[in-house]
């Protein structure tokens, strides 16, 4: 039988059948997988403790296709501990890397970012903070998710023209086609500062509202229209 041992995080969990769950999984050695674990449910099983999310684990699976089977499961280190409003960070972010990628490719780099989203949000949760503290995580991993995808603009070229972004100018995101010169006005306009703040990781509270107006134009390829539950579950308690 085929075997394969990886180490992660649990995305999301979900009832299968009467007492097994289906959990899918962000790995170090393959992204996103996931697995039956048979009678994850049942009152005697000791592994829902460890089926959570901020809880990195060492696991097997076995069988073929696309839904293997869990086998052994163990914890690799002590659970991260967060706050309200850092919980909701992670179910956002776990969110849309459950649907944004696509199954068993390997993301090293977004994995390691994963990692230091968790630690800095763990970080918070321990401090008195405000939103603007914790955003620029946020924003920082969609970038690293968005780049990873192939789906990150370039943030010092002017796509049309073919020339530098300039700080007195402003700029609409195009996806597929990168930030192009518009009129100031519109609506949906970015001032060249604050791109520039941004591709220097300058976070201000212009270049992070800048930064989220960004991510989102990018990630609506990926994601589609179907609303981001985490989002409306907690948009009184924390913006993503």
């Not at 592994?47 to 163990?74: V, Y």
């Not at 179910?91 to 199954?103: D, T, V, W």
């Not at 370039?154 to 007195?168: A, G, L, R, V």
């Amino acid at each position: 039988m085929n075997k394969d041992i990886y180490d992660g995080y649990v995305l999301h969990r979900r009832p299968y059948r009467e007492t097994s769950l289906i959990v899918d999984f962000f790995t170090l050695q393959n992204g996103r997988v996931s697995a039956v674990a048979k009678g994850a449910r049942g009152p005697k099983s000791d592994r829902k403790s460890l089926l959570q999310p901020l809880q990195a684990i060492n696991f097997e699976l076995s069988g073929r296709g696309t839904l293997r089977n869990l086998g052994r499961i163990e914890s690799t280190s002590k659970s991260f501990v967060l706050s309200q409003q850092s919980l909701f960070c992670v179910f956002y972010l776990n969110e849309i890397l459950n649907r944004a990628l696509p199954e068993s490719e390997v993301f090293t780099r977004l994995f390691k970012q994963y990692e230091l989203a968790l630690s800095s949000l763990q970080h918070f949760s321990k401090t008195p903070c405000e939103l603007a503290d914790i955003e620029p995580i946020l924003r920082s991993f969609e970038f690293v998710l968005l780049e990873e995808l192939g789906y990150l603009p370039d943030f010092t070229y002017d796509s049309q023209s073919e020339s530098e972004i300039m700080s007195d100018k402003s700029y609409s995101l195009m996806n597929e086609i990168g930030f192009v010169a518009c009129d100031p006005h519109q609506s949906f306009a970015i001032k060249g500062q604050d791109i520039l703040a941004i591709a220097n990781d300058d976070w201000q509270a212009d270049s992070l509202r800048a930064a989220k107006k960004i991510s989102r134009i990018a990630l609506r390829p990926i994601l589609g229209d179907k609303p981001i539950k985490s989002r409306e579950l907690f948009s009184s308690k924390v913006t993503t």
